[in-house]
């Protein structure tokens, strides 16, 4: 790949933009977004103007959350109606054949099945565990499954995940900071042990985190989700995906497709 060339990817269950935006930060570029819920849409077409919503265009790259309740720690307690929609991202993946894949969700023991249906479709993969009191001070551990059709590739990028340090890459990170726990979407029953509250104290108790601290603990700029409904703003954010912690992941595969040299 020359230097020059620039790296795109298409967006599979795009949300509130979190993983797009973070890895436009690193230099990449959005072709088309895959969402059906209509608040993100809303969002993603006031950010991502010139961008195809729910249609397929050309891609290096191929990435997505996909929902996470069917695997989620209160999924697994309350229980889920949402269906597992990992076989989607396979199936759009075995479709386009990018020559890298980057997948977020929650840790799970499925992740191993996952990994080994990329295998299956000719991709070495490689499983960052990620936690994004690294960057903005909320703990969210995520895991990030890294694919690429290339074997080398796939090896450079673990040799540079396992060795780069999170601080020598990130400018802002947030060493020794104490993490508030990991965002959640607003429970429908108000006060429960799964929100995100503050306490002010004995005179004004409890409250909920502001949308302004919302979106800052996810790394998206403030006022990012401005214009939606109260609820939507909460489970939006709730159910994104912390930015700089894309924009890390988002270097490491420039670095890797466009074979820039790292340290001795």
């Known amino acids: 790949m020359k230097i020059e060339e620039e790296i795109t990817f298409g967006s599979l269950f795009s949300g ?3 993983l797009d935006m973070g890895l436009e930060r690193a230099g990449l570029k959005c072709t088309f977004q895959v969402e059906n819920d209509k608040h993100c849409i809303t969002l993603l077409n006031r950010h991502w103007p010139d961008v195809p919503k729910n249609e397929i265009r050309p891609c290096m790259g ?17 229980g889920s109606s949402f269906p597992d929609m990992s076989g989607y991202f396979l199936a759009m993946a075995g479709r386009i054949k990018p020559r890298w894949v980057l997948r977020e969700n929650v840790p799970s023991p499925d992740v191993r099945d996952f990994t080994a ?17 690294a960057f903005t001070g909320q703990m969210r551990r995520r895991d990030f499954v890294v694919g690429f059709r290339n074997k080398q590739h796939t090896k450079r990028f673990e040799a540079l995940a396992r060795r780069k340090s999170i601080q020598e890459d990130n400018p802002q990170y947030c060493q ?6 990991c965002l959640t979407k607003r429970g429908r029953g108000g006060l429960n ?25 996810q790394g998206w700029p403030i006022g990012w989700t401005d214009g939606l409904p109260h609820s939507a703003r909460e489970r939006i954010t709730g159910n994104g995906v912390t930015a700089p912690v894309a924009t890390y992941l988002g270097r490491l595969i420039i670095k890797v497709l466009k074979n820039i040299v790292v340290g001795p």
């Open 16 to 18: 509130g933009g979190g």
């Open 62 to 78: 191929l990435v997505g959350g996909d929902p996470c309740p069917i695997r989620s720690k209160l999924g697994i307690l309350t």
């Open 117 to 133: 249906a990329l295998a299956a479709l000719g991709y070495g993969v490689v499983v960052i565990k990620m936690d994004s009191k």
């Open 176 to 181: 020794g900071r104490k993490a508030v726990r």
């Open 193 to 217: 042990i799964f929100a995100n509250f503050v306490y002010e104290g004995s005179d004004r108790g409890l409250r909920s985190l502001s949308h302004t601290e919302r979106e800052s603990l």
